[in-house]
């Protein structure tokens, strides 16, 4: 781990100017980010999936029954362009973890559905995801949880 009163020191003795207490904050918040971004990387991958196929297949469970969506309904869920999306749907498909199907509402369309192999690999790693979860938060407490999460939920609003 970097010690960083000693960066600050550094920077203070170097360009005594400089406010470097937000470059201290932005790093904190950067390896936090990267820790966990490992970690649940890591518990999505002992389910053979990708994060992005990950992100796909649980839009879907979370849709609710039929576990069904149009390509347009799941790309308004996720920041990504038609293309990335094509992508992602034809590699789950080759995995058999969804299918599509023609739209009984509108025969000039296609459903993505997950398929029952689908539904039980995201309903299996989707319970271990939140484990995960539930640990890397666990080292705050609730209180501190909600505190966190709203201090944030602020300061992204205001970007």
């Known amino acids: 781990m970097y010690d960083l009163d000693k960066i600050k020191a550094q920077w203070a003795k170097q360009r005594p100017d400089l406010n470097t207490d937000p470059m ?12 966990l971004m490992q970690e649940m990387t890591s518990t999505i991958a002992r389910h053979d999936l990708a ?24 790309l308004e869920t ?16 080759k995995q058999g973890l969804v299918a599509r199907i023609n739209n ?7 459903l993505i559905s997950l398929t029952k192999k689908g539904h039980e690999a995201i309903d299996n790693a989707v319970t271990e ?12 407490s609730t209180q501190e949880q909600i505190k966190l999460s709203n201090l944030l939920e602020k300061y992204l609003s205001r970007l």
């Not at 994060?51 to 799941?74: K, Y």
């Not at 009984?104 to 296609?110: E, G, I, N």
């Open 129 to 140: 995801h939140v484990e995960t979860q539930t640990r890397l938060v666990s080292v705050l």
């Open 51 to 74: 994060f992005s196929g990950f992100d796909v297949l649980a839009t879907l469970l979370r849709s609710g029954p039929p576990h069904s969506l149009t390509p347009n309904q799941l």
């Open 24 to 35: 201290i904050l932005i790093w904190r918040v950067q390896r936090l980010a990267h820790y």
């Open 104 to 110: 009984p509402d509108d025969k000039r369309s296609t």
């Open 78 to 93: 996720m920041m990504i362009t038609s293309g990335t999306m094509t992508n992602r749907i034809d590699q789950l498909v």
